[in-house]
């Protein structure tokens, strides 16, 4: 299964008003760069003192349910809400292990997209560890992440993007992200690639077999990975296998049929 938990602009009042009175005086007077440059300030402020405080823990406990069910999960984060998406990764990474026991640090199953980040680093140091599992993407037009850039440093721009009579600040989640063609096709390939390298804990359990050899076996459609645990405890997997061909060790000689149709033709390492 697949999750997305979305922690886009936060609905703090004072946030909201924080932006539009930079968005006002910034547009009314351009030239008057230290006024922009304070509001930035305390935006940054307010973020740094407020990231553990309640918004913080509901961002948490949302993922962790999600994560409870044994899904894979992809938190879409937007903007400010970005900050968040940081630490609920670095959280849940350093602290969480799934129902069954697995570690999430071990079995990745929890990635972050990123849209309109004004963070250093999209994904913080999970990035660094598990880079196919955290995506990027923030418009070059995008005039508050300019702002961020240019006054207190982020993350480059990485989308070309076309004027939005719509959304003249080119920042809107949905007016100049989701509801565009070009960036929500980008979106959308882009969580196809993080959820395609969402790694799985051992999925032996999912059906056990009756064979001289083998116990039981587990099958990802979305990554096409197959696992297998043998009679002697060891459970190993195989990359790149069909559902079709998993399925074959439904038959009543599942010991044979691994040998002719699983055994050297796929490539496999021991995950226990």
Not at 48 to 69: K, M, P, W
Not at 128 to 148: C, F, Q, R, S
Not at 182 to 203: D, F, H, K, R, V
Request: with cysteine; proline share 3%; net charge negative.
């Amino acid at each position: 299964m697949q999750g997305f938990f979305i922690w886009a602009d936060l609905p703090r009042r004072s946030i909201r008003a924080l932006i539009a009175n930079l968005l006002r005086r910034f547009f009314k007077v351009l030239t008057d760069r230290q006024q922009v440059e304070a509001f930035l300030r305390d935006i940054n402020e307010y973020y740094t003192l407020s990231i553990d405080d309640a918004d913080q823990q509901e961002a948490n406990a949302g993922v962790r349910s999600l994560l409870d069910t044994c899904s894979r999960v992809i938190v879409i984060t937007h903007s400010q809400g970005n900050f968040y998406g940081n630490r609920v990764l670095s959280n849940l990474y350093s602290s969480y292990s799934f129902p069954n026991g697995y570690s999430l640090s071990r079995h990745p199953m929890l990635g972050n997209l990123q849209i309109a980040s004004p963070v250093d680093i999209p994904g913080g140091a999970i990035s660094a560890i598990y880079p196919e599992i955290i995506g990027h993407l923030t418009n070059d037009n995008d005039l508050i992440m300019a702002l961020v850039r240019g006054t207190m440093g982020s993350t480059d721009s990485n989308y070309a993007a076309e004027f939005n009579p719509n959304d003249w600040t080119g920042h809107g989640l949905e007016e100049s992200y989701l509801n565009r063609a070009g960036q929500g096709a980008e979106i959308s390939s882009q969580l196809a690639y993080i959820a395609s390298n969402l790694t799985p804990y051992p999925m032996h359990e999912q059906r056990l077999v009756v064979s001289s050899a083998l116990s039981g076996y587990g099958h990802s459609s979305i990554n096409n990975l197959l696992d297998i645990k043998f009679l002697d405890g060891s459970v190993y997997r195989y990359s790149d296998v069909s559902a079709g061909t998993a399925a074959g060790l439904d038959s009543g000689a599942a010991g044979s049929y691994f040998n002719s149709s699983i055994r050297g033709k796929y490539l496999y390492e021991k995950i226990e």
